[in-house]
Structures are given as C-alpha cells and as structure tokens.
C-alpha cells in the first residue's frame, strides 16, 4: 500500500500543470450553490473540458504552502486507515454474496430432504418454436387438465370393448390400422408399428379339452362338461394325464407345504386350486416343483365381493390365464421374435411340464363334495355352497390338453414427441391392445387413456408446450399371453434401453373399481407419484385430492398404496429385465378383485355397473395422474427420481438377513461384505444428493450428467455376473435366479429347516431337499454384494470420485 501511495505521489509532482477542482461557497445571488474555479491551470474552454481528479478543500492547516504536497496530517492519516477501508469493503462484499447466494439456493426447487422435488415455480423452456415464452409448472398442468376431455374416454371404452381384438384375428388387425391412423393425425414427430411373428397357443376346435372321471381301473369314465368350453391356459402342457384330486387352495409353496404337513401328498395327484394370492404360471410353477401330475383352476366366490347389492362372476364361468413363468415368447426365450427369425429350437425354463386347465365354480363345487379326508383349515374355506372343502383326495381324473402353437404376426404401434433439449432419453408410456373376451377394464381403458394422452399432448404442443425429454406412446399386442409384445420389443433393443428409456409408465388393469387406489412402482418414483396424488382430486371423495384420502385411512400412505411390481404385470419386464423404473396403477375395489377380469364378462356395461356410474371420473383421474407424471419426467431439468429410496429398500432387506447372522457365524460364515456393499451405497446416494444440491440447474451440461446417473440407478441393480439367456430377469431385489436377495434369503432358511424348505419358488438353480450348502451360499452371497457394490460404484461417478470402504 505504501508503494502504491509514493507512485502516486510522484505522478502528480510530475505532471505538467496539474489542475485542481476547489468548490466554494460564493456570497450574493448564488448563495447556497457551488461555483468551480480552476486552480494553477491555464484559463480557457480546453483548460475547463479537462477531467480532473477532484479534491475537497478543507481548513488550511498552518505551514501550508499551495503548489508544493502537504501530506501531514492527512497523507498519513490516510495511509494507514487504507488497509482497514480495504478490508472492510472486502468483508462486505463477502457477506452480501453470501447473503445472495442463500436466498437464490432458498429458492431452488431442489433444497430439502427430498431433492429432487420441484416446486410450482420453475420454469419450462417451451422450446425453439414457443410462441408463448417461458412456461411454468403451474401453466403446463392449467394447460393440461384444460385440453384433458373427460367424455372421449368413456367413449372410447365403450368402442373399443365392441371390438374383437384377439392376438392374430382380423379384428385385431383392423383395430391396428385405426389407432395407427388416429396417431397419424395427431401432430406427432413419427408414428409407425414393429411386427412380431411369435408362438401363441390356442384351443384345438376339432379337440377340445376335457376332463373325465377315472374308474378303479383307471379307465376314464364319465366326462364333466366344461361350461366354459373356449376359457383355456395358454402354454399349458399338452396331453393326458390322470390322478387323484386333492384341494390345495391359492396353490401357492405354503399351501402345498401345508398340505404335506397334514398328512395329503401333493406328488402324483391333481390340485384343485382357487383363482387369486398368485398368477396362474406361479400356480402351476409350484404344483410342478411339488410333483403334481396337473392343475385345475377355479374362481371362489370368497375371492370376491360379498355385498349383495354389486355384481358378481356368473357361476358358470371359468377364468383366462396363461401359465408361461415368464414373460414374452416363450419359443424364443432372451431374443426378438422379428421377420419370422428362426433360432435353435430353445424354450423357455418358464414353461411348464403339466398340464393345466380352468374350470367354472360349478365345476369345482362338484369336485369338492367328492373329495375326503380332512377339513381344510379355516383360512381355506371358500364360499361355494353345498361344499365342505376337505383337503382329500378323491376320486381319480384324466385332464386332456389339446392347445396347438401357431406362429401369429403381432403390431406394437408407436408414437412419438421429439424432445428439444435430450431427445435420445424417453418416458415411455404403454397399455395393452388385445385382449381374449371384451377386455373393457384389461386393455380397453388402458387403451382409451392411451389415445386421449396422445390427443392431449397433441394440442399441447400447438400451444407452446415442447418436452425437454422424448414422449413415447406404445399400444402394446399379445398382452394376454404375457407381455409377449412389449417383452419382444424390449429383446430387440435390449442393448440401448437402459442406455434412453426414462420411465415405463403403464395404463394396464388401470381402473377395477373406485375405492382404493394402489401403484405397482419401483422405490425410484414413490416421492413422484406422492406430489402427483397432492394434485390429482378424487374421482369419489369430493373436495379431497388423492393423497388426502389416501391418508385419512392410513397415515403411512406408501404402506397403503405402494406394492411391488409382479411378474403378471406389463411393466415388471421393464424393470426386472432392462433395469428401468416402471410404475403400473389401479383403483381397486374394497381391496377386492374385479371379478370379471380374464372372463367374456368383462365388458363395458358392467364395469360401468361396478362402479355405480363413476368410470368417466376415475378413468379421468388415472389419465390426469399419469399425464402429470409424463410432465414431470420428460420436462423437469432434473429427473424427479429419488435415488435414495434404494438405500431404504437395503436396509430393509439386509435386516432380514440379520436373522440368520447368529446360524452363519457357528458355521464360519459371515454376511459383513454385503453389509459394507450396503453401506457405501447410502453413502454414495447422500454424497450425489449433496452434489446435486450445491449445484445450479441453470447448466445444461451438468444436469445433463446427474440425470445419466440417476436414470440408470435401477439398471445398476440388474446382476451383471448372469448371463440374460439364462436369467433374463436379473434385478436383485426383483428378479428370479440363485443372484436375488430373495433366492439367498429361501436358502438361508434351510439353516434352521433342514431340506424341508419350500422349494421352488424365486431360485432356478435351487436344488428341493438338499439343505443348506456352504457353497452355493457363498457364490449367491458373491452375486448379491459384487452387484450392489457396483452400484454404489456407479452411483458415485468417476472412478476418482469413489471412496467406498470395501
């Protein structure tokens, strides 16, 4: 500062003519204004127009001389009072950014402990095109639920229940070429269709299927007239096959293990099991693992509705299931059925080796008063009447299967909204088109709200809105045979999905009644669905939003409402084989199933009846709820995915684990490797969540990057030490194989059982009867922490950035 004060010194000593500015005060007239005079400068105009430094005379202090520098006292006075005016202009200047700084971060969307939540206020380019500026959620969800038309949906519903669209029928070609047309006319960057050629099993009309009465002799006998003759289980096993009956109620590993456990062995017989707890594949999956020669399927009244003032299934009237564990063609497991591709003539594991049949609840009750033994527990009572429901068995059957493959060309149709600021990341939404009956609530809602999303998006865009992410729309065929459609499509992109897809969002089993709402989702998009419900109103609870009444039953809404994604589910495939979070929704009824889904009942007039005239209102609501959730998704800056659900989804799982901790270590064993995976993954999640935080939404580019890492959270959880062909379902917490937490968790409670644990059900490679094995523990343990420390690793970014305690 000193030397800075002597070169100024000398500058001026050195100056020519140095000019001063004096202002003082002038008497008379101008008393009270200032008056310039110049000071040892020449007169003139140039002399005035000259720019001068200017200096405020004060009292002549004495020896003062003019034209010769005095810097006492005030030089000095000002040199040391320098470095203090510096520093304290400096501590200002801090203290106001700071101050600023706090008050933008109080207004980002993004601050507290869900951060990836976004406020009403943040902003949305509309894009290069908008003629409207800048829009915001407030105006995009205005402008949304204005366009959204109630009264096209039950139209379409109605329509479209009319038609007959079984997978490969020419009425489901002609119902392709409609809906492909109506995209077309919607104001959609590309519209076009994928075409499967796949294996779908029908019933043989020259030989039906049938079940008889076997004599002492084991000859057949009488035959029981199927009622509902056209009602089958597609990819059932075909042939003869007798036995005697025994009553194993939902078929599920416990019940048979019950079975066995009261004296009634399940091996050599034939179950007569109820429609419900599990699909039909999982049924027929256990029967097998328990060494059941076959399986007929009925539909209890118990399982439904017992208020006599609703509708219910006719007695005679049997239920529609396939039995493929799995999903997708079974005739090409792991690969795309495209172009009539041929392969080596592989099936899938999924597919079972007995046959299966469904039967009306006539048929059943018949059954029942044949059989003996013991009474089935109470919990296994059902409701038909006349029938005491003992376990058996009784007397013999022969079921005969006579379902024929037939190679069927199946269309999926797509549409599609560009996005303008990352168009190669989509938010996927879907809902089935076929269906075997009328299908008004399996595919015939899910397709109306299909179309009126696609409308309403549609005029969105002619009214400034452009997503930042890709909007896909897909009507999905073969559903009814298991996700064969969408399962194909995901086969043939398999390699890029996880890389571009978003979000699966699916409209399927969308409404089946009014009163209780439930989603299916991955742990990623619960905080979403919670802020979408805030927003949504009831369809039957006036004044109330969702989520209010959701809560006014239980406080713990996500105990409510959230519910795992199963196998029969469109969307399960997208997240257990691909690794995208998906999210299925559905209005129950009382927590009671609809009863005519999967029979030639579910059609439009009574599902109108059900809902007592409310279908219009809760179709709405559905379509309102996953429309604003594609809002979200596709034009928030920030994916609205909450990473940090996983870490709460481990802990719970590993607190299972705990149980066995004390049988491991009197082995020698110990589970302190998935432990530490477990907690270098909640590390990772907070430390990306701080990260996002202290960031600014405003750069492309690095919101760019957190959005690739969190939209591939849900991939990260897929094994990557199994091979697809062999486990296409590879997620750890939602797959099937010897690599899940739930295979490992079936295997550790054979510590305490011995080799009489229930066999079957989420390990493959498990072995029925062997007990506890060392090294089969240690492999799936290796399987289960290396893929949950992978991703932990790639939660934390760079390899640089990784700082886990393994």
């Excluded at 004060?5 to 001026?12: C, E, Y």
């Excluded at 002609?174 to 075409?195: E, G, M, N, Y």
């Excluded at 202290?694 to 094994?719: A, H, P």
Aim: charged share 20%; glycine share 10%; net charge negative.
């Amino acid at each position: 500062m000193e030397r800075l004060w002597g070169l100024l010194q000398r500058a001026q000593q050195l100056s020519p003519q140095p000019s001063q500015t004096i202002y003082k005060r002038v008497e008379g007239t101008q008393q009270g204004h200032l008056e310039e005079e110049e000071e040892d400068g020449e007169e003139g105009p140039e002399a005035r127009a000259h720019f001068c430094p200017m200096e405020l005379t004060g009292p002549e202090p004495l020896g003062y001389r003019p034209g010769r520098q005095n810097l006492v006292p005030w030089a000095a006075a000002g040199r040391r009072a320098a470095p203090y005016l510096v520093l304290t202009a400096l501590l200002i200047f801090t203290g106001a950014f700071l101050l600023g700084y706090v008050a933008f971060r109080g207004s980002c969307q993004a601050c507290g402990d869900s951060v990836l939540v976004v406020s009403e206020d943040v902003n949305y380019e509309s894009g290069l095109d908008s003629r409207q500026g800048t829009l915001y959620w407030s105006d995009l969800q205005a402008m949304f639920l204005q366009l959204l038309e109630e009264g096209r949906l039950e139209d379409t519903i109605r329509q479209t229940s009319l038609r007959e669209r079984v997978a490969g029928s020419a009425g489901m070609a002609a119902l392709t070429q409609d809906i492909s047309a109506a995209l077309s006319r919607q104001k959609l960057d590309h519209v076009w269709t994928d075409t499967h050629y796949v294996g779908l099993q029908f019933p043989d009309p020259a030989h039906p299927n049938t079940l008889h009465w076997v004599d002492a002799a084991g000859k057949a006998g009488e035959q029981l007239p199927l009622e509902d003759p056209d009602a089958y289980c597609p990819y059932s096993a075909t042939g003869n096959t007798t036995g005697e009956l025994v009553y194993a109620n939902y078929g599920r590993p416990q019940d048979l293990q019950e079975l066995r456990a009261r004296g009634v062995e399940p091996a050599g017989r034939l179950l007569l099991v109820r429609v419900g707890a599990t699909s039909f594949a999982q049924k027929v999956a256990s029967a097998q693992d328990f060494g059941a020669r076959g399986v007929l399927i009925y539909p209890d009244p118990a399982d439904f509705s017992q208020d006599p003032l609703k509708l219910s299934l006719s007695s005679h009237r049997a239920v529609y299931g396939h039995v493929h564990l799995g999903t997708g063609d079974p005739y090409t497991p792991g690969f795309p059925s495209f172009n009539q591709t041929q392969f080596p003539p592989v099936e899938s594991s999924g597919l079972p080796s007995i046959p299966a049949q469904p039967i009306s609840a006539d048929i059943a009750s018949h059954l029942l008063r044949k059989l003996e033994g013991p009474v089935a527990p109470q919990e296994w009572q059902g409701h038909l009447p006349g029938s005491p429901y003992r376990l058996g068995p009784g007397p013999g059957l022969q079921l005969g299967v006579n379902n024929h493959k037939v190679s069927t060309p199946i269309s999926n149709i797509f549409g599609c909204i560009e996005g303008f600021s990352e168009p190669d990341h989509y938010v996927v939404i879907g809902a089935q088109r076929d269906a075997w009956g009328p299908g008004a609530a399996k595919s015939a809602v899910g397709t109306a709200i299909l179309l009126e999303l696609v409308r309403t998006f549609s005029s969105m865009l002619s009214n400034g809105f452009r997503p930042r992410r890709s909007l896909l729309f897909i009507s999905w065929d073969g559903g009814d045979f298991g996700s064969v459609g969408s399962t194909e499509w995901l086969e043939g992109y398999l390699s890029v999905l996880h890389l571009k897809a978003v979000v699966y969002v699916s409209l399927d089993n969308a409404v089946l009644g009014d009163d209780k709402f439930h989603a299916k989702t991955s742990p990623l998009l619960i905080s979403l669905i919670e802020n979408i419900l805030k927003q949504v109103d009831s369809p039957n609870h006036s004044g109330q939003t969702l989520h209010e009444q959701l809560v006014f039953t239980n406080s713990s809404w996500d105990a409510e409402v959230i519910r795992p994604l199963p196998m029969d589910s469109s969307a399960y495939s997208f997240t257990a084989f691909v690794g995208v979070p998906a999210v299925e929704f559905s209005f129950m009824e009382d927590d009671q199933a609809y009863p005519f889904l999967h029979t030639k009942e579910d059609t439009y007039e009574n599902l109108h009846k059900m809902l007592r005239g409310r279908l219009p209102a809760v179709a709405q609501a559905v379509a309102q709820l996953a429309g604003q959730l594609l809002i979200r998704l596709s034009h928030d800056h920030l994916l609205p995915l909450d990473f940090g659900r996983y870490g709460e989804v481990v802990l719970r799982h590993i607190g299972s684990l705990n149980e066995y901790s004390g049988d491991l270590k009197a082995r020698g064993l110990t589970l302190q490797w998935v432990y530490s995976a477990r907690g270098d993954y909640i590390r990772a999640a907070e430390k990306l969540r701080k990260e996002i935080y202290s960031s600014e939404q405003s750069d492309e580019r690095l919101m760019r990057m957190y959005n690739v890492r969190i939209m591939r959270v849900e991939f990260y959880f897929l094994s990557q030490y199994v091979s697809p062909a062999d486990s296409p379902f590879r997620h750890i917490f939602l797959g099937r194989g010897d690599h899940t937490l739930g295979a490992l968790l079936d295997h550790l409670r054979l510590l305490r059982t011995g080799g009489s644990g229930v066999p079957g059900a989420r390990s493959s490679a498990a072995a029925p009867g062997l007990g506890f094995q060392e090294s089969r523990f240690r492999r799936q343990l290796a399987l289960l922490t290396w893929t949950l420390q992978g991703a932990a690793n790639a939660l934390s970014g760079d390899v640089w950035n990784i700082d886990n305690n393994f």
